[in-house]
Every structure is written in structure tokens, then in C-alpha cells.
């Protein structure tokens, strides 16, 4: 069974302080990790898609990585206006594979 | 990305009362999903609904509690039957292809008394 823990549950940050959101992963065969951000009363947005270990992407202050267990969500120089749930998601291979399992979420507030 | 709308935004209902979702996309795909995300919770999948066949009902998901239409390639609707305090979350609507990235409807915020 696909899984997904993500770490930590809730994160305070100053405007500034750069840190990781962190996703732990068990698939069968893994077909792509996605990241979404998701904003009170709003569907998830998508971030990210990550498809083999060692992949890097980017997009503004935001970088996601993988490794074969685990992905990271960088944030670099935060701003109040990325405060939000950010989810990660696994696909796996095969007929099953339009199953996306998520993970809990991590509350991210970046204070001014 | 498509653009995906859902009515209601958002509703109050009644318990034992059932609440039809619809979820509209602005271009034809192949498989719209039905997620739900309870307080607090993240999302779970309840279905996945290809247009021209009946509707695949995750674990812990039934058809008589949740039945799903997919009459064409841009619509879709679930329906909450029977509703009880239980069934009060947020249901999202998604699109994607096989094995392909998935975005997100608005959701629609359910509270059932």
C-alpha cells in the first residue's frame, strides 16, 4: 500500500527564514511525486511534478527535490504571501496509477 | 491547465437530505476524479469517472452513498445521498489523463446539520 508522511505537521516561520518541508514516501513503483499548494477554502494548486531521484525544479522563492524515499520543498527568503498548506502527492506505475495518495499537509505561516 | 468549476461553492444541508456536486471543465479530458477532505484531513480519493462507463468506487466508497455521472467529456456530478454530520467536508473535482498530472476544481464546502 502507497504512503505518505509529511513533516512536519505545522511550520512558523519569520519573513526571511529559509527552511524544508519534507515528504516521506513507500510506493510500489513510483511514477511521479507531486507538489500542490492549497490556501484555505481553495482547491489544491498545482507546484510540482518530480519523476526520478535526483530531479530538481523550481519556481520563484520554491525548489522541490527527490530522492528514492523522500522529497524536500525548499523555501527560500519566504514571504507572507506563501503561507499555506503545502500537500504531496505519489503516483504509482501501472493500472493504478491514476491514484494520487496524499500526504497530511504541512501548515506553512510566514510571519512579517 | 484546464479550467475546472464546481457548484455549489457551498452548502448547508439537512441530515438524510442528498446534495448533487457538479463539476464543469472548460476542454475535453479523459478522467475526472471526486476527492473528499475532511476537517482538517487531507485528500482522500472516493472515485474515477471515465465518460462511457460506470464510475471505479475506492476502498470505503459505495455507488448507493456516492453515485457519480460522467454523461460527456467536460461534466461530471457526484451526489452525496443520505446525508449525515459525518458527510460535512470539502469535495473536490479533478482532471487528468492516464498517468498524467491532475489539477484541482475549487471544491465544494459541505456542512451537513
Known amino acids: 500500500e502507497d504512503q505518505v508522511t509529511q513533516s512536519p505537521e505545522a511550520l512558523r516561520l519569520q519573513e526571511g527564514e529559509s527552511s524544508s518541508l519534507n515528504c516521506s514516501y513507500t510506493?510500489?513503483?513510483?511514477?511521479?511525486l507531486f507538489w500542490y499548494r492549497q490556501d484555505p477554502g481553495k482547491g489544491p494548486e498545482f507546484l510540482f511534478t518530480?519523476?526520478?531521484a535526483g530531479e530538481e525544479k523550481e519556481k520563484e522563492r520554491l525548489k522541490a527535490t527527490l530522492t528514492k524515499k523522500e522529497s524536500f520543498l525548499h523555501i527560500t527568503a519566504p514571504k507572507p504571501e506563501d503561507s499555506a498548506t503545502y500537500l504531496c502527492?505519489?503516483?504509482?506505475?501501472?493500472?493504478?496509477?491514476?491514484?494520487?495518495?496524499f500526504g497530511g499537509g504541512t501548515r506553512l505561516m510566514v510571519k512579517p | 491547465s484546464a479550467v475546472i468549476s464546481q457548484k455549489p461553492s457551498r452548502d448547508i444541508c439537512q441530515r438524510g437530505t442528498s446534495l448533487t456536486i457538479q463539476c464543469q471543465v472548460d476542454?475535453?479530458?479523459?478522467?475526472m476524479f471526486w476527492y473528499r477532505q475532511q476537517p482538517g484531513q487531507s485528500l482522500t480519493l472516493i472515485a474515477t469517472?471515465?465518460?462511457?462507463?460506470?464510475?471505479?468506487?475506492e476502498s470505503g466508497f459505495v455507488i448507493d452513498k456516492f453515485p457519480i455521472s460522467r454523461p460527456n467529456l467536460t461534466f461530471s456530478t457526484l451526489t452525496v445521498s443520505n446525508m449525515s454530520p459525518e458527510d460535512s467536508s470539502i469535495y473536490l473535482c479533478?482532471?487528468?489523463?492516464?498517468?498524467?498530472?491532475?489539477?484541482f476544481g475549487p471544491g465544494t464546502r459541505l456542512l451537513v446539520l
Open positions: 469517472a471515465n465518460q462511457g462507463s460506470e464510475a471505479t468506487y
Open positions: 476542454s475535453q479530458v479523459t478522467m
Open positions: 518530480l519523476y526520478s
Open positions: 502527492a505519489v503516483q504509482a506505475i501501472g493500472n493504478a496509477g491514476n491514484m494520487l495518495t
Open positions: 510506493v510500489s513503483g513510483l511514477r511521479g
Open positions: 479533478s482532471v487528468g489523463g492516464f498517468q498524467e498530472t491532475q489539477y
